[in-house]
């Protein structure tokens, strides 16, 4: 409930595609399909719609989706707003070239680049310095699962990785389990539920009604076949897909588990 005492609207989903290190201008006409559908699928779907292609397509792709219909968010950003930092990019970058939101901490920056939950933190504090919003990625390695800790270890990585003034718009938790990851393999329907849940109480008891107003997605071989399913799941408000948003084709039935 508000401070007024009348019940929360409902939380409005995003499916965002995570292009990774794929994407060169031949993939424009993915983009360029997918604004299509969302035109003929009009008000019956249900949710927004992002890319994040790679870097180098971010202005080009913001530029030919300047409606609106599909936003573009960025994959990573430095801490720092410019300075001497070869190949990075920061969130000002970013929004200069028309992104609206940037992926943090995915557990493939974690990995490669050894990202450490402050390191993390101070990034999603420069996408607020710059007016973007910050998906921030969390989720347990196979390991961590097989030894009982993947809520532990998600809660950490929560409490770690995001600062402490937040809104529920310029803040997006993305819960991706790592063994998920472009594997084809997916948690249970009650696994991704009890997870979500311990997501939406934990920042709930941090940030009040911002905390129950933030999108929590799910992301790990998200497929049309199994959309519907796991989008259903209770504190489930849409998802991070990687490989099937790289086809409109794919992505579309994804989105159509939000048409309603
Ligand atoms: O950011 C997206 C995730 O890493 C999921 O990738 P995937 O859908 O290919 O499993």
């Known amino acids: 409930m508000t401070d007024a005492g009348s019940p929360l609207p409902a939380i409005q989903p995003l499916v965002a595609g995570n292009w ?9 006409a993915e983009v360029i399909a997918i604004s299509d559908w969302i035109d003929s699928a009009g008000n019956t779907l249900k949710a927004d719609t992002m890319i994040c292609p790679p870097a180098t397509l971010t202005m080009v792709m913001a530029e030919l989706c300047s409606n609106g219909k599909v936003l573009i968010g960025g994959q990573d950003c430095h801490p720092l707003a410019s300075g001497a930092h070869t190949g990075d990019i920061s969130a000002e970058m970013l929004a200069d070239a028309g992104a609206s939101a940037v992926i943090l901490g995915h557990s493939e920056r974690r990995s490669d680049h050894a990202e450490t939950d402050n390191g993390v933190r101070a990034k999603v504090e420069a996408a607020h310095r710059a007016g973007l919003t910050a ?16 809520l532990p270890v998600v809660a950490r990585q929560l409490e770690g ?4 003034a937040v809104t529920a718009e310029n803040t997006i938790v993305a819960y991706e389990p790592v063994w998920a990851i472009g594997t084809g393999l997916t948690p249970t329907a009650d696994d991704v539920a009890e997870v979500h849940a311990m997501i939406r109480e934990a920042l709930q008891k941090r940030f009040d009604v911002a905390g129950s107003r933030m999108r929590i997605l799910y992301g790990g071989s998200v497929k049309g076949s199994n959309a519907a399913e796991l989008m259903s799941v209770a504190n489930v408000n849409g998802a991070l897909v990687g490989g099937a948003s790289l086809k409109a084709a794919d992505l579309i039935q994804i989105l159509e588990a939000y048409c309603k």
């Open 161 to 164: 990785s995001i600062p402490d």
């Open 20 to 28: 990774k290190m794929n994407g060169t201008k031949a993939a424009l």
């Open 135 to 150: 998906i921030v990625c969390v989720g347990e390695t196979a390991g961590q699962r097989g030894a009982g800790l993947t």
